[in-house]
């Protein structure tokens, strides 16, 4: 081969490359992947500002992949959208920081009717909110490209190996707010994409789904584990099924206190010691073979107490009848931790409680995460 031939060859190698890098790098800049937040529950919340409905066409599944496509005004950049996926109560929402409404009242949306079954738009003062309910919970990833947001849809249900909802309990006499706390510290253990097991919250906030939505939830996305996280001042060391009398209250006090003075005395903190409780229940209302509710309850107090050294109250079967937990078909439990240096009120007053409750709620959420796996582990043996 003659050096012109080389020269030629090697021309022609860096101009593909080049041309190669350039295609590469005008591709990224004319698509962009939204982060899409995931929401729990929120109730619906009636319209403040002007609400109008969107015109909707027919998307092309034979030349496009994509489920809803939604155009996106002239000017409008990446930054100025965001996205959430309410999956529990199946909506989508993309809040457009804009105050114009007259795009939306002219252009159309493409949507796949048979997944998005209505959709309308919502005028605030700074902000346009385009709404679409779905038919199913789904999980959603979406592009910005040649002016349209384009966005994909995957059912929940099938897309991992397991996936645990974690309840925390809002209902009276438990801490709402310590309880979520707990629950979201376990979820943040989670590495979604690398884990075979997948976490849901029933809520993110205040608003709590009625136990109706929330079986209807479990049912729909296939979870195979559910737990209740309930965390209050104290724990009565009382047989579930029958009410505490005067004197085991006494003698449950006494205890207490006992407990709290030589935890007090161990850890050289005047004032400042903090006995931790755990109890189980388990529903009774449903037989599972091998590896029951009573199994799986066990595992989670047992991870407690070894992993995170608190004091185990054993197992109690629930006493209510009507509860979610008792009609649950799938493995349930629910988890219930006494303390009062977990209380948010008591914390504020003192630097000292509110480094010992985070302390406290990261072994918590550790150990049940550990014993949320090794549940599975246990029900193939």
Known sequence: MSFDELQKKT???IALFSITTLVFMLHHTLMKQFAIAEVAYAKEEALSGTSFALTEREVDAKQSPYDLCIPVPEGTHYEDFHIENHYFTKKLVVRIHTGRDDFYRKHAVFCNSSKVKKSFGQKEEKELTLSFSLNRVYDCDADLTDGMISLRFSPVAGSNSHLVLLDPSAKPGTDAQTSLLLAQKILNLSEPGKDSVRFFLTRMGEDA??????????????????????VEKELQNVDSQEQANAE?????AQKQEAQTAASQKQDGQEGEGCTVQVRALYSDGYYIRNYGNVAFANTMEEAL????????????ADPDPSSLLHHLKIHGAQVELGADCLEQETIKASLH???KQEEILNRAAAALYE???QSYEQAEN
């Open 353 to 355: 409680k509110n480094k």
């Open 248 to 252: 085991s209250q006494t003698a449950g």
């Open 305 to 316: 107490s070894h992993e995170a050294g608190f004091e185990a109250l054993g197992l109690s």
């Open 11 to 13: 021309a022609i190698v």
């Open 209 to 230: 789904p009625t136990d109706r939505e929330v079986a209807a939830f479990i049912n729909e996305t296939g979870a195979d584990r559910y737990l209740c996280l309930a």
């Open 371 to 373: 014993g949320l796996m």
